[in-house]
Nanobody, 118 residues
Framework: QVQLQESGPGLVKPSQTLSLTCTVSGASITTRYYHWSWIRQPPGKGLEWIGY???????YYDPALKSRTSIVRDTSRNQFTLHLTSVIPEDTAVYYCARDVPEGMDSWGKGTLVTVSL
């Protein structure tokens, strides 16, 4: 059974970079044909997809966040990491990582709250 766990700081100051790591167990992030996504949910709002890194290392981002987003991976640790630069208070959200299969996102982490504030 695949499990995902987000980790990273819960508080980030405006203009800094938010970095979160997702550690995957029970499946390899290089297994065809999975994508590994980051999603967030701001307080009182719906889910927002941020982007993914594929099994082959290709990346694709939400156009609205693309200029500030990068997703990288460490295959030796079976982890992938989100970097979101120049954060603003509106980036405050619960951040989730998830496995994306052709049928949809079938496995999710529990989520981690990141607050952007002084």
């Amino acid at each position: 059974q695949v499990q995902l766990q987000e980790s990273g700081p819960g508080l980030v100051k405006p203009s800094q970079t938010l970095s979160l790591t997702c550690t995957v167990s029970g499946a390899s992030i290089t297994t065809r044909y999975y994508h590994w996504s980051w999603i967030r949910q701001p307080p009182g709002k719906g889910l927002e997809w941020i982007g993914y890194i594929s099994y082959s290392g290709n990346t694709y981002y939400d156009p609205a966040l693309k200029s500030r987003t990068s997703i990288v991976r460490d295959t030796s640790r079976n982890q992938f990491t989100l970097h979101l630069t120049s954060v603003i208070p509106e980036d405050t959200a619960v951040y989730y990582c998830a496995r994306d299969v052709p049928e949809g996102m079938d496995s999710w982490g529990k989520g981690t709250l990141v607050t952007v504030s002084l």
